[in-house]
Antibody, heavy 120, light 107 residues
Framework: QVQLVQSGAEVKKPGASVKVSCKVS????????MHWVRQAPGKGLEWMGG????????IYAQKFQGRVTMTEDTSTDTAYMELNSLTSEDTAVYYC?????????????WGQGPLVTVSS | DIQLTQSPSFLPASVGDRITITCRAS??????LAWYQQRPGKVPKLLIY???ILQSGVPSRFSGNRFGTEFTLTISSLQPEDFATYSC?????????FGGGTKVEIK
């Protein structure tokens, strides 16, 4: 059984950076395609980016290009998402999710999603 | 980017009702569409993938269909635990966009 356990809630000041971790257990991270989805309070889900297993590259949503970095540490089976130059618009719950599926993709494993609050 | 338009945004309903939520894609995404359920304060839960394939463990009252670029999620008989927000997601091409969500509320 795959489990994704994320780091805790964070409070950051505008202009700062945040790095959220996602520890994978029950599977090797190298065999998963990890993605990140965020959800602002009272809003819908927003895909931020993730690893494309076909190209072997990380794809970022254009909205976050240049401001987000997604990495993985295969020695600890942990994924990371770092977001820079935070503004209040970045206040949201940040989920990691595993893209799976042989024919059709889907996210069936999700982390618990820590809240990142950006406030002065 | 592929846009997904979900309707309605809010759906008042009663236990036992049959309800249908629609998700319209701005271009052809084949059947690369998933549906998720999210209860307040909880993590999204996969219900359906491949437009109509029921995820293991999901009750059979949930079903999905595809009609070209229009997709539907139907709950045949609404149960108390089904009052939640439902979102569609396309996985045909990057970015993997989500619909705006449909909140199913108690009438």
């Amino acid at each position: 059984q795959v489990q994704l356990v994320q780091s805790g809630a964070e409070v950051k000041k505008p202009g700062a950076s945040v790095k959220v971790s996602c520890k994978v257990s029950g599977h090797k991270i190298i065999d998963l395609s990890m993605h990140w989805v965020r959800q602002a309070p009272g809003k819908g889900l927003e895909w931020m980016g993730g690893f494309d297993p076909e190209d072997g590259e990380t794809i970022y949503a254009q909205k976050f290009q240049g401001r987000v970095t997604m990495t993985e540490d295969t020695s600890t089976d942990t994924a990371y998402m770092e977001l820079n130059s935070l503004t209040s618009e970045d206040t949201a719950v940040y989920y990691c999710a595993a893209l799976r599926g042989f024919s059709y993709g889907y996210f069936d494993y999700w982390g618990q999603g820590p809240l990142v609050t950006v406030s002065s | 980017d592929i846009q997904l338009t979900q309707s309605p945004s809010f759906l008042p309903a009663s236990v036992g009702d049959r309800i249908t939520i629609t998700c319209r894609a701005s271009q052809d995404i084949s059947s690369y569409l998933a549906w998720y359920q999210q209860r307040p304060g909880k993590v999204p839960k996969l219900l359906i993938y491949g437009a109509s394939i029921l995820q293991s463990g999901v009750p059979s009252r949930f079903s999905g269909n595809r009609f070209g670029t229009e997709f539907t999620l139907t709950i045949s008989s609404l149960q108390p635990e089904d009052f939640a927000t439902y979102s569609c997601q396309q996985l045909n091409s990057y970015p993997f966009t989500f619909g705006g969500g449909t909140k199913v509320e108690i009438k």
